[in-house]
């Protein structure tokens, strides 16, 4: 039943009706894939679990007569001291600000000047709205438009939350585009090159194409349904789809076209490739869908919609490449190959890549002769690449979040210079009993090497709102250190309830959060791909050892990247949810390689033996799965054009890792590994005692 539904884009009249019906379905996906961009949530507060603290104060603040506010700072700046022309012009700019203001802007506070007499900040609050973007954008950028450009001399930078929120969402607004552009580009020219065709190209890359826009328009659907939907889960999302579709595509033509040099008939060629090539790919797919979905169950609400979107994607490349690429390979035939002055096209007899040609059988060979001192070597580099992993610094906050020079960042050290650095993002205290308000806030007071200043902001249902002043930057790691101890001594003054929020302990919360997905997500996506593993290779051992090859794997190249980030890119620290990422993208894309390896392995094992069953697998998927891992990496090295430190982060990392995988783990390590294990490998099924 199995075999008849996968063979089913191959038959005569049956590859129509496939293509129709699922361009059809496809399509109408796609057409609402614009309205995602508007569907996502970039402020932290969206990505917290509802039960954090941070959150919990932000629900009591919005019950407050002023209710949720996000203060745009205006900070001006003369190093040699403002003079009276700038004043002026400080003056006039409250004026301007609180003229025909926008929906969701407030009015504007008077300038306070610095005691040093070099800067000057102006507060205009801001309503957030419903976080989208689209509303909160325009009101904040208003007030951008409004205080005018520099003059010589006197820096006007726009800070504060809502100037971090209008970097985040204008870099955010951007990567949908940007990305699909780049992944696609990047597919585009590397099928080009595989193929050798001015015409086959055209076949795979609208497979995925489709995918792709059928993706970010379920994409919106999820996000209407509930699911937590940033801009990172957006910019991920195309590079998912392209990666992972182009794999499934590469493994399935080249199937194809073996088969083409052994049947005459277009269809039976097909056919024989779905039956051979599809299980791999169905295996593949779903267990990058299994491990993307594990990311579901995280606190981070950012990484649990990655998790839905994530497989959701991936499931519709594996379906496109599973219907339309072989109904579309069954319907254009042999002929699509065709190059000018080439001898592409594949025909019965033609001699191609086979168990006892080509460079992966000298590779595996060579490696064959000494297998156990090439995978104990192999495995030490990999030791010491991942050795680094012991420096791993989650302190990137939305402070240097961003790659290059922007507003918000430079007027925070603007700020961090003239005033209480924590004045652009003050802490939010909420004092449920109202008469403990003053002496929570003596408390605070008395915290004199953290705490500049507290003032009570708002009174109501909700108790008493005390706005809270750090002395220092409030988006450093230091600063988020000390939340446990303010959230201790505000408790202790005044009860229970207290509560401590605000864009500091937000991060700290994220930062808490994501430990626990860390700890939680990982062995849990480790026992779901072994137990795939277990399932396809009818082994316990095998499975084995390609979860430690893909663990080291992924530790050589988190490593790896933590050196390079900091060494050569010059970051600070990554993003609290980047090791869980990478290890996610790593070992459920990474383990594909090992699939598409393994199930050829055991077929050939089968009828040759372990160790020749070995050398002829590797064969006859090494070019295909080299191909493949370069084309991933460089749909995941897309992500270094973005302007966002943990995408360009990511991006490196998963590249490394697949192009490590490809070239190393893959083709040497772990074919080494099972030719020294021989027959066991395949323990306890029968194969393990009837190999030869």
């Given at each position: 039943m199995t075999s008849r539904l996968l063979t089913l884009p191959a038959g005569h009249t049956a590859k129509w009706i496939v293509l129709v019906v699922v361009v059809l379905i496809y399509g109408g996906l796609a057409s609402q894939a614009g309205k995602l961009e508007g569907a996502q949530k970039n402020e932290s507060?969206?990505?917290?679990?509802?039960?954090?603290?941070?959150?919990?104060?932000?629900?009591?603040?919005?019950?407050?007569?002023?209710?949720?506010?996000?203060?745009?700072?205006?900070?001006?700046?003369?190093?040699?001291?403002?003079?009276?022309?700038d004043k002026a012009r400080i003056d006039g700019t409250v004026a301007k600000l609180n003229a025909d203001r926008k929906p969701l802007v407030l009015e504007a506070q008077p300038p306070v000047y610095s005691p040093n007499g070099a800067a000057a900040l102006i507060v205009q609050p801001v309503q957030p709205g419903d976080g989208s973007g689209d509303t909160f954008q325009t009101a904040v950028q208003s007030i951008r438009d409004r205080i005018g450009e520099p003059d010589a001399g006197l820096d006007v930078k726009l800070t504060g939350a809502a100037g971090f929120s209008l970097d985040a969402i204008k870099v955010f607004s951007g990567i949908n585009g940007t990305l699909l552009y780049a992944a696609a580009g990047i597919v585009l020219v590397l099928l080009i090159i595989i193929y050798r065709s001015p015409i086959f190209w055209a076949i795979p890359f609208f497979s995925v194409l489709l995918a792709e826009g059928a993706s970010r328009g379920a994409g919106y659907l999820l996000a209407e349904a509930g699911v937590t939907i940033n801009g990172q889960t957006g910019g991920i999302l195309p590079v998912l789809v392209f990666g992972a579709g182009t794999d499934y595509a590469l493994l399935l033509v080249s199937r194809y076209r073996e088969e083409l040099r052994r049947h005459e008939d277009k269809h039976e060629a097909t056919?024989?490739?779905?039956?051979?090539?599809?299980?791999?790919?169905?295996?593949?797919?779903?267990?990058?869908?299994?491990?993307?979905?594990?990311?579901?169950?995280?606190?981070?609400?950012?990484?649990?919609?990655?998790?839905?979107?994530?497989?959701?994607?991936?499931?519709?490349?594996?379906?496109?490449?599973?219907?339309?690429?072989?109904?579309?390979l069954a319907i254009c035939g042999r002929r699509a190959f065709w190059s000018p002055g080439l001898d592409t096209i594949p025909h019965p007899g033609q001699t191609g890549t086979d168990e006892t040609h080509g460079f992966w059988r000298r590779v595996g060979d060579r490696v064959a002769r000494h297998p156990r001192p090439v995978w104990v070597l192999g495995g030490i580099v990999l030791l010491v690449l991942a050795a680094n992993v012991l420096n791993l610094d989650t302190s990137q906050t939305t402070g240097n979040q961003f790659r290059g020079s922007v507003d918000s960042v430079e007027g925070q050290q603007v700020l961090s210079r003239n005033f209480p650095a924590g004045a652009s993002a003050p802490a939010d205290v909420i004092v449920g009993d109202a008469g403990k308000a003053q002496a929570v806030a003596d408390a605070l007071k008395g915290e004199k090497a953290l705490i500049s200043d507290v003032r009570v902001a708002g009174r109501g249902d909700a108790g008493v709102q005390l706005s809270v002043t750090f002395k220092d930057d409030p988006y450093a790691s230091t600063t988020m250190d000390t939340i446990p101890h303010?959230?201790?001594?505000?408790?202790?003054?005044?009860?229970?309830?207290?509560?401590?929020?605000?864009?500091?302990?937000?991060?700290?919360?994220?930062?808490?959060?994501?430990?626990?997905?860390?700890?939680?997500?990982?062995?849990?996506?480790?026992?779901?791909?072994?137990?795939?593993?277990?399932?396809?290779?009818?082994?316990?051992?095998?499975?084995?050892?390609?979860?430690?090859?893909?663990?080291?794997?992924?530790?050589?190249?988190?490593?790896?990247?933590?050196?390079?980030?900091?060494?050569?890119?010059?970051?600070?620290?990554?993003?609290?949810?980047?090791?869980?990422?990478?290890?996610?993208?790593?070992?459920?894309?990474?383990?594909?390689?090992?699939?598409?390896?393994?199930?050829?392995?055991r077929e050939e094992a089968i009828k040759h033996g372990t160790r020749e069953g070995t050398l002829r697998g590797l064969a006859v998927t090494g070019a295909v799965i080299t191909g493949a891992g370069i084309v991933l990496a460089g749909t995941f090295g897309a992500l270094a054009v973005l302007p966002l430190v943990v995408l360009t982060q990511i991006g490196f990392i998963v590249a490394f890792g697949v192009l490590l995988d490809t070239f190393v783990v893959r083709s040497v390590i772990v074919p080494a590994a099972v030719i020294d294990t021989g027959r066991r490998v395949w323990w306890p099924s029968t194969l393990s005692r009837e190999d030869g």
């Open positions: 507060s969206s990505w917290l679990p509802t039960d954090a603290e941070s959150v919990k104060a932000l629900d009591a603040v919005k019950r407050f007569p002023g209710g949720e506010l996000a203060p745009a700072v205006i900070a001006y700046e003369r190093r040699g001291g403002l003079t009276a022309a056919a024989i490739a779905l039956r051979s090539a599809g299980p791999a790919i169905l295996a593949s797919g779903l267990t990058v869908i299994a491990a993307l979905l594990t990311l579901s169950i995280a606190e981070v609400n950012s990484t649990a919609g990655l998790g839905p979107v994530g497989a959701m994607g991936v499931a519709l490349a594996m379906i496109s490449m599973l219907t339309v690429l072989p109904a579309l303010l959230r201790a001594v505000a408790r202790r003054a005044g009860g229970a309830s207290t509560l401590v929020g605000g864009p500091t302990a937000q991060e700290y919360d994220l930062r808490v959060s994501a430990t626990r997905d860390n700890q939680l997500i990982i062995p849990l996506t480790l026992l779901v791909v072994f137990a795939i593993l277990i399932v396809l290779l009818r082994s316990l051992v095998a499975p084995l050892l390609l979860i430690v090859s893909v663990i080291v794997s992924f530790a050589a190249a988190l490593g790896t990247g933590i050196f390079v980030s900091e060494h050569i890119f010059g970051f600070t620290g990554v993003g609290p949810t980047l090791p869980l990422l990478a290890f996610v993208f790593l070992v459920a894309l990474g383990i594909d390689y090992n699939i598409f390896l393994m199930a050829r392995v």
